[in-house]
């Protein structure tokens, strides 16, 4: 029905409480609601600002609205501020500026905003706290390392941003600061630091940067172990087995850590791993396995070369290699006895004892190391780690596809990690095989080996390597080795102490015995090497080479190679190589006595500039310590025989020591002159020698075998070495320092004592009878010189040397002289007859050629019969070997040669003695008178005798005659006709001399000085005199009697007449036309 339209009262109030109550229904529940939204947007507001700042980010906000938006029963839209965009900025959101941005949500979407914030918010917070994880997980690890200031190794291995935040907290300068030292401006690592550094990275990016710390940390862990382990028990004995395997096991994995990068290398090199690793190898208290793995790691730390390469920061690493491999050693001042014995001296400490001492950790470098390795007791152990190093430094000179480093032939190769300090010295001591048997290597192999390293290692080393090869005495070394055992004395295996006491014992059985002067059984001769200090460089060990039957010498060849190499311009090229060789005094005397010689080492020195120089410097080196010791003999006091002595000579005063230093001076100058010819003749005598021993060699060979098909190469060979030879010997001979004008002198020395030890070699066989018959029986022993003598006078009488390996029985000198005339032949194109005479005694003397061999030829003779001036054809013909009459001292004394008058004198009385011997007729009838008393046959063979000794006195006393035999009449004046002198002539050439200007001369220069005044001489007189010294070294005397002539001979103040018209047997012997013409010497004649 309608409703009343009357209203009244009570409807009315009740129509107004309900709407009252409806209004206050609706606000009550928008009330509710608002207060409901208020607290959603509190709890969204709260939710996002989990740090309490009073503000939320705009951006995050937005991306938790856009992130709704994907699910389906989401229906709000977002407001426009807060849509995503691609330049979208950040900003600060108030509580106020969220109600605004939300102020179109409704409650249920404000639910759901917060659900979602609170999802949100959980993830990211359980997010966080992994990132916490991981942040703290990578603080802690750099922490290990930069508490040790090792954090610098990591830079390379972390992102570039982390990189540089590490760069910022390590010290550039840390070589003089400990490693507590920090970063730059006092920046650290906490845990703040680490996460404002890590704010944009995930875990999973830290994770990843810190399992790249952990290799470093296990090498650091590594490390710390094996300093433990090496020390565990008792460390004064040697490492036990199970430690062993466990100290393996720690160098192996540390090698392979190396090996993965340049980082791992640095941090081991930082933490002082070389140096314990190389006193590891030093102590000798491990095992080879050990020994072996530890070398690798080494070579693992070494083969970054982070000498070369380092960064700012790794200053100290640096330093540690290069001191490791010794980059700045002073090469000049080493002293090589001194590391010798620092090379072989035992560990001070035993056990491993040393390795728990820090100073003795400190100092230890490649050397040591390599020097460790070679110094091995066991000979595989030693063989194994020499190929170990050769096959290391060998990479470097190799492609990367024969294993080694070089990309490409154009790629350089790099220096040698072994050449730069004390390596090189320690090589070169154990290939000085003249060291202690003690000190070097003794087997071949090994030698060869070394010889092989040694050469890779100065391969690229330049001029470093050149001064290291001179501080080590390495051409001494080269030619001991090269030498070996081809001469020499054989050296017992004792220590050196007792060595030098039986050195010493040695010299009181021989007093005076020369050190210099020392001479082998393989003829070496003296006075043409210099020795140092000692003789062990004559002196070999037998164990060094009995490798050599099996092995062959590849040693010695690979020593000679070595040499030959290093003369190639892409080494050190001829002229440095020479510089070298002229470092030993002896490198000529030991290429040249070697088989084959080195003919091209040879040529190179020989044809140097400074070879002179050089020759000079050894020979007085030698002639010096002969002097010297000879003076020191004579003037100091021995009470063993004669000496200075109570009364002694002291040359520590100032008056006698100068005059003693100007006496010895003179010596000195004097006898280098000799010792350069001696070592020069030394040289020509080798090459010699080898000539004939491969002539012969060639010889025999074909005589005894069919010469095979295609042996034409070792017949080539054979004249190359042969015309190699010659070309030294050519080149020795220029560099002979004797003029033609200084010859003089020097070849009447020879020639003087040519005859006076020819005569004392005839002696020494033709000993007087003994007085009294008892002495005959007693043994006596004969000095060396008497040796001499006996074997001089063996090869005279039966043309050849019988005695070769008795060096005592052998005229060394005259050898030496013969090989100096024979330089002066092959040098000059002529010289004076008189020189070529010279050298045929020499090698009559030394058996060089039979002494057999004269100059007369008898079958001519009895040819040509009366027509002959010395023939009467009345009397047969005789024989005389006059070069083997005795003559004693008694004979001799009864004709002096002080004077031309002297020697006309003594013939008058020889030429008037043999005539009257009256042996002639009675030798025809001795044969036919069989009843001849004893008595007559005695007086006969008497006069026979006196003959003999007649005819000697005559040809080898009073006339300068060459032959050695003499063909003449069997009558009372055979011997005045052949000599061309008879009773008148003697009598003119007395009555000139006996008068003015002669009267009274003696001296050749008194008679050249008559002749220089201008003085009345007799006419056909003439004097000249052959230059050698002021006065002349022979001086000639032309005297004329009417139709006949004569002339003398002056030789050191000894006249003799000249009878040495051999050439021509139509001649008289005193025939003087060609005297001149036999000393001309090219020099300038005085008259």
């Known amino acids: 029905s309608e409703p009343s339209t009357t209203h009244t009262p009570s409807r009315e109030k009740a129509h107004r409480g309900a709407h009252r109550h409806f209004v206050f229904g609706r606000m009550a529940e928008h009330e509710n609601e608002t207060a409901k939204r208020e607290a959603l947007i509190s709890d969204v507001f709260a939710i996002l600002d989990q740090k309490r700042r009073g503000y939320i980010s705009r951006v995050e906000l937005a991306y938790i609205l856009d992130a709704m938006q994907a699910d389906a029963s989401v229906k709000f839209v977002v407001p426009e501020s807060l849509v995503p965009t691609d330049n979208m900025k950040d900003s600060r959101v108030t509580m106020s500026d969220l109600r605004v941005l939300l102020s179109n949500l409704t409650g249920s979407d404000l639910e759901d905003v ?110 710390s172990q094996l300093s433990v382990v090496c020390i565990e028990g008792d460390i004064n004995q040697r490492c036990p087995p199970e430690l062993d395997t466990r100290i393996t096991e720690h160098m192996t994995k540390m090698a392979e850590l190396a090996e993965r990068c340049r980082e791992l290398a640095c941090l081991l090199i930082h933490e002082h791993t070389l140096s314990f690793a190389t006193a590891l190898i030093r102590s000798g208290a491990f095992s080879q396995a ?38 700045d050693y002073a090469v000049e001042r080493v002293d090589l006895d001194a590391e010798r014995r620092r090379l072989h001296i035992p560990p001070k400490l035993p056990g491993r004892r040393s390795l728990a001492r820090s100073e003795e950790l400190q100092s230890q470098t490649i050397a040591e190391w390599v020097g460790s390795l070679l110094t091995l007791r066991v000979d595989f152990d030693r063989g194994e780690m020499l190929d170990v190093l050769i096959k290391y430094d ?68 330049g001029e470093r390597g050149r001064r290291l090869f001179r501080s080590g005495e390495g051409m001494r070394v080269i030619c001991n080795v090269i030498r070996g055992s081809a001469w020499g004395m054989e050296r017992e295996e004792v220590s050196p102490d007792e060595e030098e006491d039986r050195e010493e014992q040695e010299e009181l059985y021989h007093p005076g015995h020369d050190l210099s002067g020392f001479r082998d059984p393989t003829h070496s001769w003296p006075y043409v090497d210099y020795i140092k200090n000692s003789r062990s460089e004559y002196r070999y060990y037998t164990m060094d080479f009995l490798d050599d039957k099996f092995y062959g010498s590849k040693d010695r060849m690979l020593a000679a190679a070595f040499l030959e190499y290093m003369s190639s ?38 044809r140097a500039e400074g070879f002179p120089e050089y020759l000079k410097l050894t020979a007085r080196g030698i002639a010096e310590v002969y002097v010297r010791r000879s003076t020191s003999m004579l003037c100091g006091p021995d009470a063993t025989c004669h000496s200075f002595f109570p009364v002694c000579y002291y040359p520590e005063h100032q008056e006698k020591g100068v005059a003693l230093e100007a006496f010895t001076a003179e010596l000195i100058r004097v006898e280098t002159t000799n010792v350069e010819l001696r070592i020069l003749a030394h040289a020509y005598h080798s090459l010699q020698a080898c000539l004939q021993e491969e002539r012969s060699m060639r010889e025999g060979e074909g005589a005894h075998t069919d010469k095979p098909h295609g042996s034409e190469e070792p017949l080539d060979e054979a004249m190359q070495l042969e015309g190699g030879i010659t070309e030294c010997c050519k080149l020795i001979a220029s560099r002979v320092p004797l003029c033609m004008e200084e010859l003089g002198d020097m070849s009447v020395a020879i020639y003087m004592q040519v005859k006076d030890f020819t005569r004392k070699a005839l002696l020494a066989v033709n000993t007087l009878p003994p007085v009294n018959p008892d002495e005959s029986q007693k043994a006596r022993g004969l000095e060396a010189r008497l040796k001499c003598l006996q074997g001089a006078a063996d090869i005279l009488f039966t043309g050849e040397n019988r005695y070769p390996s008795e060096s005592s029985l052998f005229p060394f000198e005259f050898l030496v002289v013969l090989r100096i005339v024979q330089l002066v032949r092959l040098r000059e194109p002529s010289v004076p007859p008189f020189i070529v005479e010279l050298q045929d005694s020499l090698e009559e003397l030394t058996g060089q ?135 008148e002539l003697l009598t003119g050439l007395k009555e000139q001399l006996q008068q003015p200007p002669f009267a009274g001369l003696q001296s050749g220069a008194d008679f050249a000085a008559a002749f220089r005044r201008g003085e009345q001489v007799p006419e056909g007189a003439s004097c000249r005199s052959f230059q050698g010294s002021n006065a002349g070294a022979i001086v000639a005397l032309h005297l004329a009697v009417g139709e006949s002539k004569a002339a003398f001979v002056c030789m050191m103040g000894n006249w003799t007449m000249w009878a040495n018209c051999t050439k021509d047997n139509s001649q008289v012997l005193t025939e003087c036309s060609n005297v001149n013409k036999h000393f001309a010497f090219d020099a300038t004649t005085r008259e």
Not at 146 to 152: F, K
Not at 579 to 601: F, K
Request: aromatic share 8%; with cysteine; hydrophobic share 40%.
């Open 394 to 461: 060998e990479k470097r000179l190799l492609f990367l596809s024969d294993g080694g480093d070089r990309q490409n032939e154009d790629a350089p190769i790099s220096v040698s990690l072994f050449s730069f300090g004390r390596t090189v010295v320690y090589l070169l001591s154990r290939l000085d095989v003249s060291s202690h048997h003690s000190q070097h290597e003794h087997r071949t192999p090994l030698r060869t080996h070394l010889w092989k390293f040694l050469l890779n290692v100065l391969s690229s080393a």
């Open 114 to 223: 917060k659900w979602f914030a609170e999802s949100v918010v959980k993830v990211e917070t359980e997010l966080r706290e992994v990132w916490r994880k991981a942040v703290q997980r990578w603080r802690e690890r750099v922490e290990c390392l930069y508490n040790r200031n090792l954090h610098r190794y990591l830079l390379t291995t972390q992102p570039e941003r982390v990189s540089r935040w590490l760069l910022l907290r390590t010290s550039m300068n840390e070589v003089n600061k400990d490693d507590t030292s920090v970063g730059l401006l006092g920046l650290g690592i906490s845990q703040q630091e680490v996460e404002v550094l890590f704010t944009d990275e995930t875990a999973d990016d830290i994770n990843r940067c810190s399992d790249k710390i952990e290799p470093f940390l296990a090498a650091l862990e590594l490390r």
């Open 849 to 983: 050629r039979s002494s057999f061999i004269f100059s007369d030829s008898r079958e001519d003779i009895e040819l040509a019969g009366a027509e002959y001036p010395w023939r009467t054809g009345l009397a047969a013909l005789n024989t005389f070997r006059v070069s083997e009459v005795p003559l004693r001292r008694s004979e001799l004394r009864r004709y002096p040669r002080r004077s031309p008058l002297d020697v006309v004198q003594g013939l008058e009385v020889i030429l008037a003695d043999y005539s009257n011997l009256n042996i002639w007729e009675e030798e025809l009838e001795a044969n036919s008178h069989a009843s001849s008393s004893t008595k007559d046959v005695a007086q006969l063979e008497a006069r026979v005798v006196r003959r003999s000794v007649l005819l000697a006195l005559s040809f080898n006393h009073l006339c300068y005659f060459h032959p050695k035999m003499v063909t003449l009449e069997d009558s009372p004046q055979g011997l005045s006709l052949r000599l061309g002198v008879n009773q």
């Open 569 to 606: 311009d892409a080494m050190w090229g001829e002229q440095s190589l020479v510089e070298e060789m002229m470092q030993y005094p002896n490198t000529l005397q030991v290429v040249c006595r070697v088989r084959p010689p080195g003919c091209s080492l040879m040529k190179m020195l020989l």
């Open 290 to 327: 050990v020994i072996g793995e530890t070398s690798k790691l080494i070579m693992s730390l070494i083969n970054y070369r982070v000498h070369e390469n380092a960064r700012d920061y790794e200053k100290l690493c640096r330093q540690k290699v290069a001191e490791y491999l010794e980059i």
